[in-house]
T-cell receptor, first 109, second 114 residues
C-alpha cells in the first residue's frame, strides 16, 4: 500500500531550528514534496527532492534518502509566521501526490 | 501571472441546490486538479484533467461533476450534496502532471451544505 507518515504536532521556540521528519511508501517514486499550509489557506510549495541529499533554500532545507524512504524538512531561525501545518507528499509512479496528514508546527516566543 | 484563482470564496447551499465552483489559471499549465480537504486532514484528490481530458477520477460520487471548458478553466458542478460534503475545495494546476511538477494551489472555496 501507499503511506506517508509524519508527526502530528511539534512545538519549537522562535529563533531556534526544527526538523520535521517524513517516512514514505509509494507505488513507484517520482519525488518528495513539502508544502506549507496556514490555517484556512491553500498549501504553498516549499521544496521538491527526487535525488538523495540536501536541498537548501534560504531558511528552509529538505533532505531525502531514497534507500530509507525518509525525508526531513529543516527550518532555521524560526519566526512566528512559520506557525503552520507542513505537509509531506510523495509522487507515485503516475506522478500523483500521496499526502501525509501534516505536521502542525507551533512556534512559541 | 503565477496565480490560481477560485470563485466563490465561500458557498452555502442546501441539499437540493445546484451550484458550480470555478477555477482559473493563466500560467499555461496543462494539468488541473480538484481536491477536497476536511479540517486537520490532508487534501484528498478528486479529479485530474490533463490536456483538457479527465485522466483521473478517484471514485468520486456522481453528485460532483467536473468540467474543463479549456486549458485555463476548471469547473466543479455540484448537485444534491450531503452535509458531509462540507469542506474546503481546492483547485491546483501544474505544468503537465509529470515529473518535477509542483502543484500551484488556489485559495479554495469553503463549502457548507445545510
Amino acid at each position: 500500500g501507499q503511506n506517508i507518515d509524519q508527526p502530528t504536532e511539534m512545538t519549537a521556540t522562535e529563533g531556534a531550528i526544527v526538523q520535521i521528519n517524513c517516512t514514505y511508501q509509494t507505488s513507484g517514486f517520482n519525488g518528495l514534496f513539502w508544502y506549507q499550509q496556514h490555517a484556512g489557506e491553500a498549501p504553498t510549495f516549499l521544496s521538491y527532492n527526487v535525488l538523495d541529499g540536501l536541498e537548501e533554500k534560504g531558511r528552509f532545507s529538505s533532505f531525502l534518502s531514497r534507500s530509507k524512504g525518509y525525508s526531513y524538512l529543516l527550518l532555521k531561525e524560526l519566526q512566528m509566521k512559520d506557525s503552520a501545518s507542513y505537509l509531506c507528499a510523495g509522487a507515485d509512479s503516475n506522478y500523483q501526490l500521496i499526502w501525509g496528514a501534516g505536521t502542525k508546527l507551533i512556534i512559541k516566543p | 501571472d503565477t496565480e490560481v484563482t477560485q470563485t466563490p470564496k465561500h458557498l452555502v447551499m442546501g441539499m437540493t441546490n445546484k451550484k458550480s465552483l470555478k477555477c482559473e489559471q493563466h500560467m499555461g499549465h496543462r494539468a488541473m486538479y480538484w481536491y477536497k480537504q476536511k479540517a486537520k486532514k490532508p487534501p484528498e484528490l478528486m479529479f485530474v484533467y490533463s490536456y483538457e481530458k479527465l485522466s483521473i477520477n478517484e471514485s468520486v460520487p456522481s453528485r460532483f461533476s467536473p468540467e474543463c471548458p479549456n486549458s485555463s478553466l476548471l469547473n466543479l458542478h455540484l448537485h444534491a450534496l450531503q452535509p458531509e460534503d462540507s469542506a474546503l475545495y481546492l483547485c491546483a494546476s501544474s505544468q503537465d502532471g509529470g515529473v518535477y511538477n509542483e502543484q500551484f494551489f488556489g485559495p479554495g472555496t469553503r463549502l457548507t451544505v445545510l
